[in-house]
């Protein structure tokens, strides 16, 4: 269920994950409504950083919205790129993952189950692994060296504020 933060308190809830920013774009500029732009996309992606006033440095993890396609996925790629790469030094991997490779396209509930995804493993401190997983579509043009695709389950620190960070896409259209 998903609360403001201070009724949550308030109501004595558990209070499994917080949402500080969320970002969106309808640019209408992609090729077709199943491929949005990069540009858009990573727009979205630098307006949930803004919002949520973290630095992209600071993300450990992204669930991806990844539908394994290689138009897709290409293009997500890209726009995590140019969201989250510049400045990222090799020895701060920004660990990337997508639940839909496991257990397929959920459609409407594709970017809760990401959620769930994500916050579960923020409160195992294990990041969510893809071990299935071989090598990036041949569509991507410039992979980059400090992203990481964890093929088995990886240790999920805190950060020096005893916190994990990370962050969900998830592409949708409206009729």
């Given at each position: 269920i998903?609360?403001?933060?201070?009724?949550?308190?308030?109501d004595g809830d558990r209070i499994h994950a917080i949402i500080r920013g969320m970002g969106s774009s309808s640019d209408g500029a992609g090729q077709?409504?199943?491929?949005p732009s990069v540009e858009g996309r990573a727009r979205a992606f630098k307006k949930a950083l803004q919002r949520a006033d973290v630095s992209a440095s600071d993300v450990q993890f992204i669930e991806a919205h990844a539908t394994s396609t290689v138009v897709g996925d290409a293009n997500e790629y890209e726009a995590i790129s140019a969201a989250y790469a510049e400045g990222?030094?090799?020895?701060n991997p920004l660990y990337l993952g997508s639940v839909k490779?496991?257990?397929?396209?959920?459609?409407?509930?594709?970017?809760?189950?990401?959620?769930?995804?994500?916050?579960?493993?923020m409160?195992?401190?294990i990041i969510p692994h893809m071990p299935l997983f071989e090598k990036l579509t041949p569509n991507?043009?410039?992979?980059?060296?400090?992203?990481?695709?964890?093929?088995?389950?990886?240790?999920w620190e805190q950060n020096?504020?005893?916190k994990r960070i990370a962050a969900v896409t998830s592409s949708g259209f409206k009729d």
């Open positions: 998903l609360k403001r933060l201070e009724d949550a308190l308030a077709a409504i199943y491929s990222r030094e090799k020895n490779y496991q257990i397929g396209h959920l459609k409407a509930a594709a970017g809760v189950a990401g959620l769930i995804k994500t916050i579960k493993g409160e195992t401190g991507v043009s410039n992979p980059v060296d400090s992203f990481v695709i964890p093929v088995k389950p990886v240790k020096k504020e005893g």
